[in-house]
């Protein structure tokens, strides 16, 4: 018998799940959960003066587990779209191994507890903020806005730009500008992500009713917003180096990154047509994760280091 | 329950997910006490040490 039949049995016989501990795991979208471990580090290696290990290791986890926990629920709500579109039909709720029901209260759970520790852990400011960002994935992006406009990833980038300011608030107990920076360029960041993805796999987004850019504006207005975004996340990707707070090391990074991705940008905006489109498409949504990634990883380098050294 | 008011025997795949689960609490309650040991420690620093007189 099949975790699926399970649930959808009608007679009064035991449902006993087969759901195993990575199924549970893979509702918390560790993928994504990786990248906020890593842009909340950054967020937490800007705060001046020492940071105790512990506490750090501890607020880190608190996070992580809290943007686990709206991955949870984004999964529950979102099971009926992630059934009908093949890069998501595999996930553990669509695919029957863990009940919708079980997926919620799992999700309610972590997101209750990461706030409460970090809350004891760290302070009350960033377990407000954990909270905040929690309640906006999981609420304003996935319940509301990604079935009812084209601008949802715009807005709902939010949720995944504030990790850093998290983080930083976990470590200070306020929010500063630097931080502000960081979840400007994370959210600046994700428009001309998710739409190159979005221009490949409009039909997949449209076939599950989901509002993309492409889908309602169109593929073309879609190049261009790309085109647009991008040439303002490349300024603003260099302004930690231009306020003081990253090294020469992250302005050259930074500047390559930045035209690296306005070349790859206007190769969108040209290439309109076939597979050379796509193929152009999918090199920005790649090369857009390698850029983000470049740009955190020299800031925790070089703080790191710097801290290593003090 | 079934109709009869008996639980049916677990299938060897149900009780070997079962079990699986179970581990995992048991790991993630385990760790949750260590870090919360761990934190406490961190928290209060060497000041743990020091008792008042009687």
């Not at chain 1, 007679?11 to 087969?18: F, G, H, Q, T, V």
């Not at chain 1, 983080?167 to 929010?175: H, L, M, S």
Request: net charge positive; glycine share 8%.
């Amino acid at each position: 018998m099949s975790a699926t039949q399970d649930y959808n049995q009608t007679d009064a016989s035991p449902r006993i799940s087969l759901a195993e501990p990575g199924d549970y795991f893979a509702l918390l979208k560790p993928r994504v959960m990786s990248l906020v471990v890593f842009t909340a580090l950054a967020g937490m290696l800007l705060a001046p003066g020492p940071l105790n290990p512990v506490i750090a290791f501890a607020s880190l986890l608190a996070i992580a587990v809290g943007a686990g926990a709206s991955g949870a629920l984004n999964m529950w709500y979102d099971a009926d779209i992630d059934a009908v579109m093949t890069r998501t039909r595999t996930r553990p709720v669509p695919a029957g191994k863990i009940a919708p029901g079980e997926a919620l209260m799992f999700g309610l759970v972590l997101s209750v507890f990461s706030v409460v520790t970090l809350g004891v852990v760290a302070n009350w400011l960033a377990a407000s903020l954990l909270a905040f960002t929690i309640f906006f994935y999981a609420v304003i992006y996935t319940m509301w806005l990604k079935r009812s406009t084209p601008q949802n990833i715009v807005i709902g980038g939010a949720a995944g730009a504030f990790p850093p300011v998290v983080a930083y608030a976990a470590a200070t107990g306020e929010v500063s500008l630097a931080s502000m920076v960081l979840f400007a360029i994370i959210f600046i960041w994700t428009p001309p992500h998710f739409w190159a993805l979005a221009l490949v796999k409009s039909s997949e987004y449209g076939r599950a009713g989901v509002p993309m850019m492409p889908n309602v504006k169109g593929a073309d207005r879609t190049r261009l917003e790309i085109l647009l975004y991008t040439l303002l996340l490349a300024p603003v990707g260099v302004a930690p180096w231009m306020m003081g707070f990253a090294s020469l090391v992250y302005g050259v990074t930074a500047m390559a990154g930045g035209a690296a991705m306005i070349a790859l940008a206007l190769r969108v905006y040209r290439l309109r047509q076939g597979q050379a489109g796509d193929r152009a498409a999918m090199q920005l949504f790649f090369v857009s994760i390698v850029y983000l990634f470049a740009l955190f990883a020299v800031i925790v380098a070089e703080r790191s280091l710097a801290r290593v050294l003090a | 329950m079934s109709k009869h008011g008996k639980i049916p025997p677990l299938t060897p795949e149900q009780e070997r997910a079962r079990r699986r689960r179970n581990l995992a609490i048991a790991f993630a309650i385990v760790a949750l006490c260590i870090l919360f040991y761990v934190v406490t420690m961190a928290k209060l620093g060497p000041g743990i040490l020091v008792r008042p007189s009687i």
